[in-house]
């Protein structure tokens, strides 16, 4: 089992920065993707950014330059730094870890936090 924390929400100005941590507990050594996912008031949750065990990153294609994934594997912590940000960035950000050995894998997900952009 894995468990997941977010935090480094909160209210910031258009054109802001953020920085968003994820800190895992549990088994950590067998987590493989780690990633950020969102989800905005009355649309779906979306990705934001993922992150693989030996580094290889993936972005939305409308995020890409803007936002920043990491992560350590010893510590069991991913991050996600957040620049130039736009009042339609505002939404509930998710943490996700991916763990196990295929087929067996399992998703774990974060509590959320809550990522306001004011115009």
């Known amino acids: 089992q894995v468990q997941l924390v977010e935090s480094g929400g909160g209210l910031v100005q258009a054109g802001g920065s953020l920085r968003l941590s994820c800190a895992a507990s549990?088994?950590?050594?067998?987590?493989?993707?780690m990633g950020w996912y969102r989800q905005a008031p009355g649309n779906e949750r979306e990705l934001v950014a993922t992150i693989s065990s030996g580094g290889s990153t993936h972005y939305a294609d409308s995020l890409k330059g803007r936002f920043t994934i990491s992560r350590d594997n010893a510590k069991g912590t991913v991050w996600l730094q957040m620049n130039s940000l736009k009042p339609e960035d505002t939404a509930v950000y998710y943490c996700?870890?991916?763990?196990?050995?295929?087929?067996?894998?399992?998703?774990?997900w974060g509590q959320g936090t809550q990522v306001t952009v004011s115009s």
């Open positions: 996700n870890a991916k763990y196990g050995r295929f087929p067996f894998t399992s998703d774990s």
């Open positions: 549990g088994s950590i050594v067998r987590i493989n993707d």
